[in-house]
């Protein structure tokens, strides 16, 4: 019934509801998850006005709209988010969206379909994890800038000046991301999580990646899933797993006690950053500082 009624309300006010002024003069932009979030400040920097949708450890595969969000994206100029049903719960809402006054934009609609990971579990047949993979990333800004730039082309100079220094320091990314990578001998690159985020990022570093939970968390491991991964953990001489910020922790811990009960040890190696960022103002609270810390992490205790 909830559900049912925070659609009549969207539709409602979209239909009656006037466009409000933009703030300051500025485009009014909001995001789903913290990757975009963060991606969109730094390529639209003081020429924009910026919402995130989700913070820090919060799962978007689970979310769902609040009254308060449904406020934001009626009075917003532009709506940037992942796609590949990655906000599964938000699709009905973007569709009424899409269906009146404007289209949210999803930045995966500019991937070349044929280079992601299928899936025969998932609703969108693909990985919608593509962040991880940071050459997609960089298609992410560049589309970005393009939407910006013809939404606000006052300021489109300065969009593409702020994408220009922001590849930069993607390009030193993947630069110290090898790098680190290297010094983990191949037959150690065994990549054990909550769930499978790190299906792109395994692809790209040469990691086997196996997720408890698959690629959507909205589904449960259950007691086979657990005891399978366990002997798997055991067969492979895995010396570490890793819970995800915004997984419940108990899920790996059940994991690591399965282990135990077989005569064997497996330490958790710490806490990656998967479908969302840390908090703000810490590096992890960036892309670019996220994924770092994520490769020193899982390098360090495989090691």
């Not at 196996?210 to 798997?232: I, M, N, P, R, Y």
């Not at 915004?246 to 009960?261: F, G, N």
Request: hydrophobic share 40%; with cysteine; net charge neutral.
């Amino acid at each position: 019934m909830k559900k049912f009624i925070l659609i009549l309300l969207i539709t409602t006010i979209i239909i009656s509801c006037k466009k409000e002024v933009k703030e300051n003069g500025k485009l009014n932009v909001v995001t789903t998850t913290t990757m975009i979030t963060d991606l969109v400040k730094n390529i639209g920097g003081e020429h924009i006005n910026v919402q995130g949708l989700m913070g820090s450890g919060v799962d978007p595969h689970l979310y769902k709209a609040s009254e308060g969000d449904v406020s934001k994206l009626l009075n917003a100029d532009i709506i940037f988010y992942n796609g590949l049903h990655l906000e599964g719960k938000l699709v009905e809402v973007f569709e009424k969206m899409g269906s009146a006054t404007k289209t949210p934009i999803a930045l995966t609609d500019g991937l070349d379909k044929t280079t992601l990971i299928g899936s025969d579990y998932f609703a969108s047949n693909y990985d919608p994890h593509v962040w991880f993979n940071i050459s997609y990333f960089k298609k992410f800004a560049n589309k970005v800038t393009k939407v910006l730039s013809e939404k606000d082309p006052n300021n489109a100079s300065n969009y593409i000046e702020n994408e220009k220094q922001y590849l930069l320091k993607l390009n030193n990314l993947q630069t110290r991301i090898n790098s680190i990578i290297e010094t983990l001998p191949a037959e150690k690159r065994i990549l054990v999580t909550a769930h499978d985020a790190f299906n792109y990022f395994g692809k790209n570093y040469g990691f086997e990646v196996v997720g408890l939970q698959g690629l959507s968390t909205a589904t449960e491991a259950g007691v086979q899933d657990v005891q399978k991964l366990a002997a798997f953990i055991i067969d492979k001489k895995v010396k570490a797993i890793f819970v995800e910020s915004s997984v419940p922790k108990r899920t790996i811990e059940a994991l690591q006690a399965a282990v135990k009960s077989k005569g064997h040890e497996v330490i958790i190696g710490g806490t990656l950053y998967s479908d969302a960022l840390g908090n703000a103002g810490t590096v992890e609270g960036t892309y670019i500082g996220m994924f770092e810390y994520n490769v020193n992490t899982i390098v360090n205790a495989l090691k």
